[in-house]
C-alpha cells in the first residue's frame, strides 16, 4: 500500500509541475510515464483520465492550501504580518523556482477549455482563497492596522490579482525579483495608516 501512495504522489506531483510549465493541454500520461519512470497503464491504473488527475490534483492542492493557512492562523496573529507571510511564501517559491506559479491562477485563465469537473475545483480555490483573505484584511481594518480603499471582499479580490499578477510579470521578465517589487508595494499601500491631512493636524 505504501509504494502505491508513493506513486500517486509521484505522478500527481509531476503533473503539478507540468500543468505549471505547459498548462492543461500541454502533457499527456506519456510525459508522465517518462519523468516517473513507470508504464502509461500503470499511470491509468490510479487515475483513469486526465480529468481525474488533474481534478484530484487540484483538490488536494486546495486542501494543502487551507492547511497551509490554518497553521499561517495559529503561528502568527497579526493581520499584516499574515499578509506579509503569504507574500512571502510565493516570494521564496518563485526565487527558488519550487512552484513559480499558483497552479490554480494557471488553469483559471485556461477556464473556458478545462473540464467542468477540474473548473469547479479551480473556482472553489479562489473562493476559499478570497474569503481568508476578505477576514484577514477586515481584521487588520477593524485593529488599526490596514487602511482600505474599498470593501475588505473588494481588496482581498484585488489583493489576490496583484499577486497572481505579480506571478506573471516574474514569468514575462523571466526575474523572480520582480514579484517583489510588485508586491512589496501592495503590501505599503495597505499599510499606510495616517493620511497626509491627519498628519498635519496632529502637528
Not at 473556482?123 to 474599498?150: C, I, K
Request: aromatic share 8%; proline share 4%; hydrophobic share 45%.
Amino acid at each position: 500500500m505504501g509504494n502505491l501512495t508513493s506513486t500517486s504522489d509521484d505522478i500527481l506531483a509531476c503533473a503539478r509541475s507540468l500543468i505549471v510549465a505547459g498548462g492543461y493541454n500541454g502533457f499527456s500520461y506519456a510525459d508522465i510515464a517518462d519523468v516517473v519512470g513507470i508504464r502509461k497503464a500503470s499511470i491509468h491504473h490510479h487515475f483513469p483520465s486526465k480529468l481525474d488527475l488533474v481534478r484530484t490534483l487540484v483538490a488536494r492542492y486546495r486542501e494543502e492550501a487551507k492547511a497551509g493557512v490554518a497553521k499561517l492562523e495559529l503561528q502568527v496573529s497579526d493581520p499584516l504580518d499574515q499578509l506579509r507571510f503569504y507574500v512571502g511564501y510565493w516570494e521564496a517559491c518563485i526565487a527558488d523556482a519550487s512552484a513559480p506559479f499558483c497552479v490554480c491562477a494557471l488553469l483559471a485563465s485556461q477556464l473556458p477549455v478545462l473540464p467542468e469537473a477540474v473548473g469547479l475545483e479551480v473556482r472553489a480555490h479562489f473562493r476559499f482563497l478570497s474569503e481568508w483573505l476578505t477576514s484577514v484584511l477586515e481584521r487588520g481594518m477593524q485593529q488599526g492596522q490596514l487602511r482600505l480603499t474599498s470593501s475588505p471582499r473588494a481588496e482581498a479580490e484585488a489583493f489576490m490579482a496583484t499577486v497572481h499578477g505579480a506571478m506573471l510579470s516574474a514569468r514575462a521578465y523571466g526575474d523572480p525579483k520582480i514579484f517583489a517589487v510588485v508586491t512589496g508595494q501592495l503590501l505599503v499601500r495597505l499599510a499606510l495608516r495616517i493620511p497626509c491631512d491627519e498628519s498635519h493636524e496632529a502637528q
